[in-house]
């Protein structure tokens, strides 16, 4: 009897296999060519960290088998009607050597004549047998997954490890469950379905069915810098509360943490559905063809549900700088150069694994933090109850994808720096905390979302950058902007609440000239450009321009950003999203096409007219606080009434009833490179 082929090979990590589905061996080719029509499976291992393992390595994490399922369908319909059930619930098994020892046998697994141990929960009891392609069909569909090498429950090795249990894979939707504590889930692997097509000119029978596995967690590290001129940071505290009732109580952990409105997260013993829910050769071109998604159920405590990711301790804190005193006790100053939760390990932040929740939600950082001035002066500011939210949308986390959210302090910050006169109302200023959220090592590519952490909220997100590497973006990829005021994101209109500038600074004296100085005084912050738009002198017809001369006679020149334009979207296209799928978020884009440094202007609160309302004093009334109308109607204009001058009982005059308020706005400095 002619045996069937079947080897593991391990893929680079988090390639899509989308356009390599059915990658074949010439050698199994040509058997296949030659008459040998054995359905021939590949198994590859994605992992976050990119790295390829092959052989023994990948068969090691898999703990040496893989459970798998196949159907084939008739003719008739999309999807066919099932006629099959080919594999039902085989396993395959590596035996590190066995290599060619069997015609079955290319890379050291087998799944001929080979019955299941009792170890895996699954298996049809009986042997397992050769399959080969059925051309009078035109469908197979093939699911697989790996229960890992289970849990040391006993973490000394004495007794065998523990493993998650599994549901048969259905045959008709090929969804199956995995239950276990949430050790056991992490260790497990998932694979996205696999479709061979004989029809409408396209075949896809006698090449290699080729499953790609990666984990079936998710991986988070957590990490902050500042960027706050003439000081640096110190003392960094979290809040064990997303809403503390008064500033006193709390901000006096170590441990970075991150809330959700409620106990969403998974973090205990509960069970994992895995579903296929775009299939179908109609579907073949879609962006979330065959791919598998997980859903959480906790136990029926719900036990297994959390409102808070909870890390170690900062670590790798940078060393004093300038004439403060000696000693790692400082925030980095670079987001490549950022202070990690945990540390560092092997140079990059410390991952921590969690399990994946793609439904996503609103994350909040609550902290408090100290500013130590670098002049000598000994000066500090405690700021405290500063918060940011990362938006749903942009927190999914998916099986094998690696997240990291990174907190940018600047001299913008919504926390409180003390109370005001009554002694318990917190005065809140400096203005924002600026958070950097950024996944890396994603399976398709790299989310990186940059985030203020300001009420409301600025996150940025470009698709393949990542922050931690360039510091921050890079030309001719599309910038997006999302705006959360906390619970929800702000629908955004270009030109009206939304708006985009470019920041640049030059030297009005040549070297050499008197008051000719090196270095400008003031560098490019959220809070400097906010000053410049307040208090600059403006250009052009309308005002487009704002310049601003510091002490060191630099200019630093804001404008108003006709190249690249800002654009409303509703939503991440597919391409430049890192699941390959769009992502439904109302916000704005931008395409930068020249490296700078641009700004995002979101206007919190809209400049609102003082009302005036007309009366006719008393004669002889005096008219202090009372002004004069002139012009038309939709065009007036409102101007006081001359000191010491009093009513003549019969014309009108106008008071103001609602002061006018000014516009409030909110800031994000975004850095582009080449």
């Known amino acids: 009897m002619k045996k069937y082929f079947l080897f593991a090979t391990a893929l680079a990590a988090l390639a899509s296999c989308t356009s390599e589905d059915f990658v074949g ?152 469950t995995i239950t276990g504590t949430a050790d056991m889930l992490k260790s497990c692997y998932i694979s996205d379905l696999v479709t061979a097509y004989n029809r409408d000119g396209v075949s896809d029978y006698g090449q290699v069915v080729q499953f790609s596995f990666r984990s079936l967690a998710a991986k988070i590290r957590l990490a902050f810098y500042e960027t706050i001129p003439g000081y640096s940071v110190k003392d960094v505290k979290f809040y064990t509360a997303a809403s503390p009732t008064a500033l006193a109580t709390d901000g006096t952990e170590n441990d970075p943490t991150l809330f ?160 005001g006169p009554d002694g318990t109302t917190p005065v809140y200023g400096l203005t924002p905390i600026t958070l950097d959220a950024v996944v890396v090592d994603s399976e398709d590519g790299v989310q990186e979302t940059i985030t203020t952490v300001s009420t409301p909220s600025i996150t940025t997100y470009a698709e393949g950058k990542v922050v931690t590497a360039n510091n921050e973006y890079k030309t001719d990829i599309p910038i997006y902007i999302v705006v959360n005021n906390g619970t929800s994101n702000v629908s955004l209109t270009p030109g009206d609440d939304a708006n985009l500038y470019t920041v640049t600074q030059s030297n009005t004296k040549s070297s050499g000239d008197e008051g000719y100085y090196a270095s400008a005084a003031q560098t490019i912050t959220e809070e400097t450009v906010a000053n410049a738009l307040k208090n600059g002198t403006g250009s052009g017809s309308p005002t487009n321009t704002w310049t601003v001369v510091d002490a060191n006679n630099w200019n630093m020149v804001v404008t108003t950003a006709s190249v690249p334009t800002l654009s409303a979207v509703s939503s991440i296209a597919a391409d430049d999203s890192p699941t390959g799928n769009a992502i439904t978020v109302n916000g704005a884009k931008f395409t930068p096409t020249v490296a700078g440094t641009y700004v995002f202007q979101y206007v919190k609160t809209a400049a609102v007219a003082a009302v005036y309302t007309g009366s006719v004093p008393a004669n002889g009334a005096s008219l202090d606080g009372y002004f004069v109308r002139s012009g038309e109607e939709g065009n007036y204009t409102y101007n006081p009434c001359a000191a010491n001058t009093t009513g003549d009982g019969s014309t009108t005059y106008y008071s103001i009833t609602t002061p006018a308020t000014p516009a409030e706005y909110i800031y994000k400095v975004i850095k582009v490179v080449d």
């Open 25 to 176: 061996d010439e050698a199994l080719r040509a058997a296949n060519e030659n008459g040998n029509n054995a359905i021939v499976f590949s198994s590859g291992l994605n992992t976050t960290t990119r790295a390829t393992k092959t052989g023994s390595a990948a068969a090691t994490d898999l703990n040496n088998q893989f459970v798998f399922a196949g159907t084939k369908g008739l003719p008739a319909g999309d999807p066919p009607v099932i006629d099959n059930f080919v594999f039902d619930q085989y396993v395959a098994n590596y035996v590190d050597g066995s290599a060619h020892s069997t015609e079955s046998n290319s890379s050291g697994w087998e799944y001929v004549s080979y019955t299941p141990a009792s170890t895996t929960s699954l298996g049809p009891g009986a042997e397992q047998s050769i399959k080969y392609w059925d051309y009078s069909t035109t469908q197979y569909d093939f699911a697989a997954y790996s229960l890992g090498v289970g849990v040391d429950d006993d973490d000394d090795n004495t007794t065998p490890n523990v493993f998650a249990t599994a549901t048969a894979i259905d045959k008709n939707t090929k969804s199956y």
């Open 260 to 419: 959700a409105s409620s106990a969403v997260l998974p973090s205990g013993s509960g069970t994992m559905t895995v579903t296929f829910p775009t299939t179908g050769w109609s579907n073949k071109s879609a962006t979330d063809y065959n791919k598998a998604h997980v859903a959480f159920t906790a136990t029926s405590d719900a036990t297994g549900l959390s409102s808070t990711l909870v890390l170690e301790d900062l670590a790798n804190l940078a060393a004093a700088e300038k004439k403060e005193a000696a000693g790692n006790y400082y925030l980095g100053r670079a987001s490549n150069a950022a202070t990690y939760a945990g540390g560092l390990v092997s140079g990059a932040g410390k991952y921590y694994t969690v399990l994946p929740y793609e439904m996503g939600a609103n994350l909040t950082l609550r902290i408090k933090y100290t500013l130590v001035s670098l002049d000598n002066s000994s000066e500090t500011i405690v700021v405290d109850n500063a918060t940011a939210v990362i938006p749903a949308e942009l927190a999914k986390w998916s099986p094998n994808y690696a997240y990291t959210y990174i907190f940018k302090l600047s001299d913008l910050t919504n926390g409180a720096t003390g109370f």
